[in-house]
């Protein structure tokens, strides 16, 4: 079992609709979840960044955590064609390096949005 | 703030040549990373620099790529001798602290091997 599983998708919706974006994860040493959007072309940016299971809340993006279930979600609310793009999970855990520090972001293969106007 | 900078954006190499890529990370960002993104897939990490020393390099083939961050800013990752499979875009990300500190990423380079 890989330790981040998430739908590659590709997922097309209308715009205006409420998109539902989702991870599972394997190792319960996660803490800290992370959602980075990736547009075409381009490098990943950091999205929404949570500790602790609930809800948060950013302008249309609302990132949630069930850590009994290792589920993650993000929701985007009334979504635009500017939203098209591919958005990974991202979870950092220590790195297998031996020097001090090591850490890791471990990622979602990725799911690609695509908003219709 | 000036964002990561990476250099060439794109590479078309035969393979067995060898190729290298260059990061200037974030003014101030002390840890830099090479993560490789292949077609599909999340991107993995190749390497982590803490200032000019290796933090973590446990998942580069050491074989062929090579990394170095000689003065502690930028960076630069060669592959020598390049396989078909090192074909993928190559990602430079730095942050400001080790642990769990945002990354932020350049736009890459996107290798082809033929």
């Known amino acids: 079992q890989k330790e981040v599983e998430q739908d590659p998708g590709p997922l097309s919706v209308p715009e205006g609709a409420i998109v539902s974006l989702n991870c599972t994860y394997s190792n319960s040493a996660f803490q800290y979840f992370m959602w980075y959007r990736q547009y075409s072309r381009k490098g990943p940016e950091l999205l929404m960044y949570?500790?602790?299971?609930g809800n948060k809340e950013d302008g249309r993006f609302t990132a949630q955590v069930d850590k009994s279930s290792k589920y993650i979600s993000l929701f985007i609310r009334d979504s635009q064609p500017s939203d098209s793009a591919t958005y990974l999970c991202a979870m950092p855990t220590p790195g297998r390096g031996s020097g001090a520090g090591s850490y890791q972001l471990t990622f979602g293969k990725g799911t690609k949005l695509s908003v219709i106007p | 703030e000036a964002g990561v900078a990476q250099s060439p954006r794109y590479k078309i190499i035969e393979k067995r040549q060898s190729v290298a890529f260059w990061c200037n990370p974030i003014s101030g960002h002390a840890t830099l990373y090479w993560y490789q993104q292949i077609l599909g897939q999340g991107p993995k990490l190749l390497i982590q620099?803490?200032?000019?020393?290796?933090?973590?390099d446990s998942q580069l083939p050491k074989d062929r790529f090579s990394a170095e961050r000689l003065k502690g800013v930028d960076s630069t990752l060669k592959i020598q001798p390049a396989k078909l499979e090192d074909s993928a875009v190559y990602l430079c990300?730095?942050?400001?602290?080790?642990?769990?500190?945002?990354?932020?990423f350049g736009n890459g380079t996107r290798l082809t091997v033929t």
């Open positions: 620099f803490q200032n000019n020393g290796v933090v973590d």
């Open positions: 949570t500790y602790s299971s």
């Open positions: 990300a730095s942050s400001r602290l080790q642990g769990d500190s945002p990354l932020h």
